[in-house]
């Protein structure tokens, strides 16, 4: 997790776009997406905000356990179930509860 964001954060980010390496991700976050859709088919966004909410998980995660003073996650051990809420504070007020 600590190396993750290493994987798209490189000089040859698009050729191994093109070869497939971020097949999956791409996958997750639009099946994500398509709930979204179907939650709320005006939102315009649907793509950014999965892309961003899980990006923030992966961040959240790590800066509590690393760089605490980054993040509102009272311990590591809680992590979980704060940045759920904190993503959920993000997501439902956009898409709707």
Do not use: W
Request: proline share 6%.
């Amino acid at each position: 997790m600590a190396e993750a964001f290493k994987t798209y954060l490189t000089h040859k980010v698009d050729q191994v776009n093109h070869e497939g390496f971020y097949r999956e991700y791409k996958g997750l976050c639009a099946d994500i997406a398509t709930v979204v859709q179907e939650i709320d088919p005006a939102y315009a966004f649907p793509h950014a905000l999965v892309s961003t909410l899980l990006e923030a998980a992966r961040k959240q995660l790590f800066f509590s356990q690393h760089l605490p003073s980054l993040t509102d996650v009272p311990t590591p051990e809680s992590a979980g179930k704060y940045i759920l809420g904190f993503l959920e504070s993000i997501a439902f007020p956009v898409v709707g509860n």
